[in-house]
């Protein structure tokens, strides 16, 4: 089992920044990849950016320029760092780790809340 622990939500005004953490911990091999998703109220979840264990990148076209996705391997930790925070940036954000084939599993984090508001 894989437990992951978000941190570093909060209110912040639009234009500003904030970093959230995920912590993994429990039996998490090589190979795997992390990520970052978000659900605002009444929308689907939805990808944020996501990294590889080989370092390759992928983010939302709505966030691209403005965050940043990196990892720890060493201490299990992604970092999401969030510039320009815009007021539809709103939303709970989730942490998912996804274990490599054959027999891939995923784990989600419990979410962080990230509020953008003057």
């Known amino acids: 089992q894989v437990q992951l622990v978000e941190s570093g939500g909060g209110l912040v005004q639009p234009g500003g920044s904030l970093t959230l953490s995920c912590a993994a911990s429990g039996r998490i091999f090589s190979g795997y990849s992390m990520g970052w998703y978000r659900q605002a109220p009444g929308k689907q979840r939805e990808l944020v950016a996501t990294?590889?264990?080989?370092?390759?990148?992928n983010y939302a076209n709505s966030v691209k320029g403005r965050f940043t996705i990196s990892r720890d391997n060493g201490k299990n930790t992604v970092t999401l760092q969030m510039n320009s925070l815009k007021p539809e940036d709103t939303a709970v954000y989730y942490c998912?780790?996804?274990?490599?084939?054959?027999?891939?599993?995923?784990?989600w984090g419990q979410g962080t809340q990230v509020t953008v508001s003057s």
């Open positions: 998912k780790l996804v274990t490599p084939a054959p027999g891939a599993s995923v784990y």
């Open positions: 990294l590889t264990s080989g370092g390759n990148t």
